[in-house]
């Protein structure tokens, strides 16, 4: 156990304790307002007069020396129940602005836009980002790990857009209630950040190196109130929703099946930095669909969590670990099993400390397992100026069945704990972390640990990253959170290099290497790679094009179908090694009609071939409408080999997945969305519309319908009619 000792001291030693926040010299001074506002996008009223302004802001992008050619004032007042924000976007270049629609949390690169990151605690790590495009799509999510913003949270809050030919305007409320803050503080992290796309300059009140994002709390200001922010009182928010539907299986029995609900989600604040969220009989069902993915890999597809309840201080929960190894994630809750009840504590005990507790229930499944209890207690504290140690446990316990003779067929516990340390250096410049898991289980509690670290060096032209995992060969985590392999130990270095040429159409350019190696365990030997050498070229526009190369290695430890569809499997300990290339571009986003592409060629398994094409077409008749049609297509062709079944010697696949889909956007209120996937990977097609009024903040009126039909025959499968109504009510 000294490997993940020796990367924690690696990482502790690049933390900068004592250093001060960056852009600790910009303040922002707010002053309560001197009389009512009307959130109509028009800066008109008294309020908005003798306060402050934020303006000169510095660029970004294209180049960080300079200030901003696109000027943008922005102001900032509250009363007893409300934040206030006010963005004047003057205009460089006269014409409409560029949007794709008014649909919420919008594509951030193809829309021009405003946000507003707001550090509440002054932590440097969490807070809010609220935000507008120029017709008034909104933009809201939480914000965590110190640039990260998770777009699915939602919450009361309103706003309005107004425009000429020389300006644009977003003025927004946004209610103390819905925000989580200490009391008794006088400073809060701020920035404020500007897309134009007719100039293709990203500005930002404070500066910022171009190669962080505008989202990085390690480079805001500072707003400094004039008194203390006002309490939000009884914060209290209670969620009701109902719902009807019908279902008619034609694949199976073929009869109608109906299907009603009610249920409620609570919010209640223990403080002002600490929330309660209880559900009970919740419908978790997505009223979008998952955009569906071809899989040629080994492993199962990870999808991210979207469910409001789980959303909240999400990241204590949901981002311990890395993407393939996760102790927790949610999505496991509720999938095979309805969820009865549950309940979640989740927020800032004080300025170091964090805190998340959640406790869920879920009900007998279709395959008559009769439910689990899922818990999961979570902790962190801070230390020195951006880094974080969190721990974490665990715990799923089935629900034993009446008869105590019946076992359910599932282990009856799975339980992990485990340590995690997060690097993010005071300049941002260093970025890592190294964590430790030991799960639990009937199956096993012996050769069951998990320790890994990323070290990621940051900077303008040059950055580096190295990465390492290491998992033991009886570590049982699937049954709650995510372990895409066992008994292996994985290394990743990554170094990248960009030049910038000056009075060129191409504002950086430059080589790209990383190297992928997997090492089994228990066999002590090397089992994959993948080495790649790409080339990346960014263009003034906004535009990117990129090459590469790869060589690819793989002994398999376990049988797999390299079509994932036909059937018939490559033996265990077949050894396969191939070589491929291909590019990709991505168009200018200024542009109505949009599209990118990607190719590979080159060797597949058992020395098969793999040509893939990918691309998107998109137009936008902005800012009602927005189509867009995406295509993949994978050709796979094996060859006599003698590490092939019969079946697939001198075969050749066509995988197609096809997906066009359009949004009208009526207002940023009325949603409208059609679209189809066509996969014969999984021999599906799916077509899906859903209507979605926002009749009042954060309270929606829904109605989907879903048609699936079998990709060789176009026969039903079956279909569905769903109508949802959601409330949000502060008591």
């Known amino acids: 156990m000294k490997s993940p000792i020796y990367f924690f001291v690696l990482l502790l030693s690049f933390t900068t304790a004592i250093a001060q926040k960056k852009n600790d010299q910009y303040n922002y001074y707010i002053r309560r307002a001197e009389s009512s506002l009307k959130i109509d996008g028009k800066a008109d009223e008294k309020a908005w007069e003798n306060i402050q302004v934020a303006t000169d802001f510095f660029q970004v992008l294209p180049m960080d020396t300079s200030r901003a050619f696109v000027k943008t004032d922005v102001k900032f007042t509250y009363d007893d129940k409300n934040l206030y924000v006010l963005f004047i976007n003057y205009n460089k270049i006269k014409g409409a602005n560029m949007v794709e629609s008014m649909r919420r949390d919008f594509s951030f690169g193809k829309n021009d836009n405003d946000l507003l990151f707001i550090d509440t605690f002054n932590d440097l790590t969490t807070g809010f980002s609220f935000g507008s495009n120029a017709r008034g799509g909104q933009w809201d999510g939480l914000m965590y790990a110190g640039s990260s913003i998770n777009l699915s949270w939602d919450n009361k809050w309103s706003s309005e857009v107004s425009f000429d030919d020389d300006k644009w305007v977003w003025e927004a409320a946004i209610p103390f209630k819905t925000l989580r803050y200490r009391s008794n503080t006088k400073v809060w992290g701020l920035n ?376 018939d499997t490559l033996a265990t300990g077949s050894k396969h090694d191939w070589r491929s290339w291909g590019t990709s571009y991505v168009s200018k986003p200024q542009a109505l009609l949009t599209y990118s592409f990607a190719t590979r060629y080159g060797g597949y398994y058992a020395d098969g071939k793999r040509l893939r094409l990918e691309g998107e077409l998109g137009y936008r008749f902005q800012p009602f409408v927005a189509i867009a049609m995406r295509a993949n297509y994978n050709y796979l062709k094996f060859y006599e080999s003698e590490l092939l079944p019969k079946s697939l010697v001198n075969t050749g696949h066509a995988l197609w997945l096809v997906g066009p889909r359009i949004d009208v956007t009526l207002s940023n209120k009325i949603f409208f969305t059609n679209f189809i996937q066509f996969n014969n990977q999984t021999n599906n097609v799916n077509i899906n519309t859903r209507f979605q009024w926002r009749y009042s903040p954060a309270s929606d009126l829904f109605l989907v319908y879903t048609d699936n039909y079998y990709s060789d025959t176009f026969k039903v499968r079956n279909r569905a009619l769903v109508l949802k109504f959601t409330y949000w009510w502060n008591v």
Not at 518 to 536: A, Q, R
């Open 192 to 567: 404020f950040s500007r897309l134009d796309l007719k100039t293709t300059e990203k500005s930002s009140w404070t500066p910022i190196p171009r190669q962080f994002p505008t989202a990085s709390l390690a480079f805001t200001g500072n707003l400094v109130w004039d008194t203390p922010p006002p309490s939000p009182g009884a914060n209290i928010s209670v969620i009701p929703f109902v719902y009807g539907g019908v279902t008619k299986n034609y694949a199976g029995n073929g009869k109608i099946q109906y299907d009603k609900g009610v249920g409620f989600d609570a919010k209640i604040a223990l403080s002002s930095a600490m929330n309660l969220d209880l559900t009970v009989n919740p419908d978790f069902s997505q009223v979008e669909v998952d955009v569906q993915q071809t899989n040629l890999d080994r492993f199962e597809l990870f999808y991210p969590e979207r469910r409001q309840f789980f959303l909240e201080n999400g990241d204590m929960f949901n981002n311990f670990g890395f993407a393939n190894i996760r102790p927790f994630f949610s999505r496991r809750i509720g999938l095979n099993a309805p969820i009865q009840f549950g309940a979640r504590v989740s927020g800032k005990l004080n300025q170091k400390w964090r805190l998340g507790a959640m406790n869920m229930q879920t009900g007998k499944s279709a395959t008559n397992d009769p439910g689990s209890n899922y818990s999961v207690l979570t902790v962190q504290r801070q230390v020195f100026k951006r880094s974080f140690i969190s721990a974490m446990v665990v715990n799923r316990e089935t629900v034993k069945s009446k008869n105590d003779k019946d076992l359910n067929p599932i282990p009856g516990y799975n339980r992990t704990v485990g340590l995690e340390y997060n690097l993010a250096s005071a300049d941002n410049a260093w970025v890592g972390k190294a964590f430790l898991l030991k799960t639990f289980s009937p199956l096993s509690n012996q050769n069951n640990f998990v320790w890994a670290g990323e070290l990621n060096r940051l900077t303008k032209k040059v950055n580096y990253r190295f990465l390492v995992e290491n998992v033991d060969g009886e570590v049982q985590g699937n049954e709650v959170g995510y372990v895409r392999r066992r008994n292996y130990i994985y290394l990743n270095p990554e170094v990248s290099y960009l030049f910038f040429p000056k009075g060129s159409k191409v504002l950086s350019h430059g080589p790209v290497l990383g190297l992928n190696y997997v090492f089994s365990k228990s066999k002590k030997e090397y089992i994959e790679s993948t080495n790649v050498l790409s080339y990346k070229v960014n263009f003034r526009t906004q535009s990117v094009f990129t090459i590469w190369a790869a060589t690819d290695f793989v002994k398999l430890n376990s049988a797999f179908d390299p079509t994932n569809f036909v059937g």
